[in-house]
Structures are given as structure tokens and as C-alpha cells.
């Protein structure tokens, strides 16, 4: 088969893929225990809700109406204006609707920023995409059209008590050079449940402003929706700022529905993408979402449901990593919010790629951290000890995968003797 240059990139081998079709794969097959992919869990009451929600949109209309109507490449306009005027009341953010764009995810979203900032311009020039922390999400890395468009930055670690730790910022290694054409964070953090602090946040906002870039922010699982956060941190939006939502971790993926709030010359630009690549976005997520916001749910559930929930399990599954893996065997992140953890097993004598070939023989489930530093200039051999773990499951499951988990380690550590 003769592909394209395009062809070619986007057929090869990407973790995101991996990981999606594990997701697939582990969500179906019977015994299989999922802690790698990124499926919200089935928190009943929003089950509940979503039913309930559903049927009364069915019986009114309106889910009718959104099946067999497509909306304007911008996406639902009633929702634009709803989201608009909530978050200008919520967060007193100067936006109107010309401020929002839906797209088909989160993922297409970032896929539209990445090659519309960065990438090769009119001039040969090679403009790229900036992590000023690494590890980042897994789903960035394979984004760009044209090839080395990623550079990131290794992180400072902050040992913390109790077996954990924190990334932060390395500002005194950060160097934005010319060729940088956007900066990219997301708050709070997949792979690691970290959430960069407000400093941290203006810190970047004022470098991004100084050279003239914007700064993406993914906030798909942060306030004021979903809510998945654990520790203090203030919103930010102005005009340089790309902020990017989603409607997946409030217990949705399957609206593919991503919200993407900005300046309106991007806005403008990603409707116009919208319309070349998929004519608009679906409408089903946007009609819940509108009729979320309409009943004064969106923001309520979020905050009384969804962060309760996983607060409550994150907790747990800490503790039943605790019974089986000693702060000497495997430090944790500390868990600030998103719904993974991200586990450092410091001098395992294997990769983590390996263990994660072992560990699916025996039908559990998670991902290898070396997909998630995506542009380092150099190889760094803490990215081979980490892996990410999502706390989804229940307890059962958690404690039957951690203790496959740690017959590995302990098999990998006797082989090594």
C-alpha cells in the first residue's frame, strides 16, 4: 500500500492507539482488570441522572431534534451562549459565545491547536509545541502533522512524606527560543493527578504573552466541570490563553463532546477546521450539556457528585497500594486530582514497557510511562521506571490488579539476584 507522507505518520505504532485499543480490549474481555485506560468510572448516580435525562429529552423532542439536525460548525449555539453566560457569571470571564467552540473530543481539539500553531510555515521554518513539564498526556504526542514538532522539559522532583512525590516546573531550565510556536499544559495532569500551581500558571501566561504565543491549558479534568481536582486552584482565561473542556470525565466519553474557549480569531479558525474535516460536531453531547445547564445540574453534580466520588477513591486505592508495595518499592505522585495514579518504581531492573507486557499475559491493564515524554531532547531513565494506574475500577479489582502488580516487581527484583 503506497501512502502518503501524511499516510505514513499516522499508520505507524502510537501509544494512544495502544492504549485505546487496551481500553477496548480490557472493557470487554471478561476477567480482564482495566487500570490503564482513561473511561470514567460508572458512578451510579450519574448513571441515574443520565438516564433520566435522556428520557425526558427523548419524550420533549429534543434528543430527536439533535439526531436529525447538524449544527453549525461552531457547534450547538444554544449551548455557546449557555456555557458563555455561566462561565462569565461563575468565573466573571469577558467571553460571549464567539469566545466558545465545540469539537468532536478533546482529542480533535488539540490535534487542530497543535498543527495550527505549530508545524512548518510558509517559510520552511519548523515551529513546535512546547511541554514545559513532562510527563504529559499521552494524546499529544502523536498529533503533528510534520515530524519533531514536540519539545518538553524534564521536571523538578519535590520528595514528599509518606512514599510521594511532586513535579514542579523546572523555570530555570525553561527556554522558549523562536522556533516555539505555543506553549501546552494540562491542569490537572494526565498521567500524574498533578495540578501545576497558580504561580506556576501565570508564570507561564506571562512567558507565553512576552513571545507572543498562546498558552494551552487542557482542563478536562478540572473546575468549575468536571471537578476531578483535589487541591486549590484558580481558573485562569484572557485572550491568550486556550482553554480547552470536555465533557468525557463527567461521565460522557462517548459524546465525544470537547470545548475549546479562546480569542475569537482561533474560535473562528476552528469552526472553519470543524467544517473541512467533519462539517460540525455531534450534537447529542451538547444537547445534554445545554439541558444540564438549564436544570443548574452541571456544575452541582459536579461538585457534589463526581469530586466526592473520587476523592473516596483514591483514597483507597492508595491504601491498598500501601498493603502490598512498600514507599521503598514504588513512590506515588501525589494525587491533586484526574483519575490515575502515577507510580515511580525507582531502580526496577526492568522497563516498565516490560512489566507492561507482562502484567497484560496476566490480564491487567496499565500503561507504560515512557509514552507520556513525548520531545525530550535526551533519554531519561526515570521515564522507563513509571507507569500510570487508573483508580477507576472498584476496590476488588484495584486490590486483585495491585497484587499481580507487585508479584512482578518482586519477580523482576528475584530475577535480577
Not at 512546547?130 to 520528595?159: H, N, T
Not at 530555570?172 to 501546552?184: A, F, H, V
Request: with cysteine.
Amino acid at each position: 500500500m503506497n501512502f502518503s507522507r501524511f499516510g505514513n505518520k499516522f499508520t505507524r505504532h502510537s501509544g494512544i492507539t495502544q492504549l485505546m485499543a487496551d481500553l477496548n480490549d480490557g472493557l470487554r474481555t471478561p476477567g480482564a482488570i482495566m487500570l490503564g485506560g482513561g473511561n470514567p468510572a460508572h458512578i451510579p448516580e450519574m448513571d441515574m441522572y443520565f438516564q433520566q435525562l435522556c428520557g425526558d429529552l427523548l419524550a420533549e423532542g429534543k434528543l430527536t431534534e439533535a439526531l436529525c439536525n447538524y449544527d453549525g460548525p461552531q457547534g450547538k449555539d444554544a449551548l455557546l451562549s449557555a456555557l458563555a453566560e455561566m462561565l462569565h457569571q461563575q468565573q466573571g470571564w469577558d467571553i460571549g459565545p464567539q469566545n466558545i467552540a465545540l469539537t468532536n473530543g478533546s482529542q480533535s481539539a488539540f490535534f487542530y491547536l497543535c498543527n495550527l500553531f505549530a508545524g512548518r510555515t510558509d517559510d520552511g521554518k519548523l515551529r513546535r509545541v512546547l511541554f514545559p513539564l513532562a510527563p504529559e498526556y499521552i494524546g499529544y504526542a502523536d498529533s503533528g502533522v510534520d515530524e519533531d514538532m514536540f519539545v518538553s522539559l524534564r521536571p523538578q522532583i519535590e520528595l514528599l512524606p509518606e512514599g510521594q512525590f511532586k513535579y514542579h516546573v523546572d523555570f530555570e531550565q525553561l527556554n522558549i527560543t523562536d522556533d516555539i510556536g505555543m506553549i501546552c499544559v494540562s491542569r490537572p495532569t494526565n498521567p500524574t493527578g498533578n495540578v501545576l500551581t497558580d504561580d506556576e500558571v501565570q508564570h507561564l501566561d506571562a512567558l507565553a504573552r512576552q513571545h507572543q504565543i498562546p498558552l494551552v491549558i487542557d482542563n478536562a479534568y478540572g473546575v468549575p466541570f468536571p471537578g476531578i481536582i483535589f487541591s486549590d486552584a484558580t481558573p485562569l482565561w484572557n485572550p491568550n490563553i486556550i482553554l480547552c473542556m470536555s465533557l468525557s470525565k463527567l461521565g460522557l466519553p462517548g459524546s465525544r463532546c470537547g470545548i475549546v474557549i479562546a480569542a475569537e480569531p482561533v474560535i473562528a479558525a476552528l469552526g472553519n477546521m470543524n467544517g473541512i474535516i467533519s462539517l460540525a460536531p455531534g450534537s447529542i453531547g451538547p444537547a445534554i450539556a445545554l439541558e444540564m445547564i438549564r436544570r443548574g445540574d452541571l456544575l452541582r453534580l459536579s461538585e457534589q457528585v463526581v469530586r466526592p466520588f473520587y476523592r473516596q477513591r483514591v483514597a483507597q486505592t492508595i491504601a491498598i497500594i500501601r498493603r502490598y508495595l512498600s514507599p521503598e518499592r514504588c513512590l506515588i505522585h501525589k494525587p491533586e486530582g484526574a483519575i490515575f495514579l502515577w507510580l515511580w518504581l525507582r531502580d526496577l531492573p526492568i522497563t516498565t514497557e516490560e512489566l507492561y507486557q507482562r502484567l497484560k499475559k496476566r490480564g491487567v491493564l496499565m500503561v507504560p510511562g515512557h509514552y507520556f515524554f513525548p520531545g525530550l531532547a535526551q533519554e531519561w531513565d526515570h521515564a522507563h521506571q513509571c507507569l500510570r494506574m487508573n483508580y477507576v475500577p472498584e476496590p476488588e479489582k484495584i486490590e486483585r490488579g495491585v497484587g499481580i502488580l507487585a508479584e512482578e516487581i518482586e519477580r523482576a527484583w528475584q530475577e535480577k539476584r
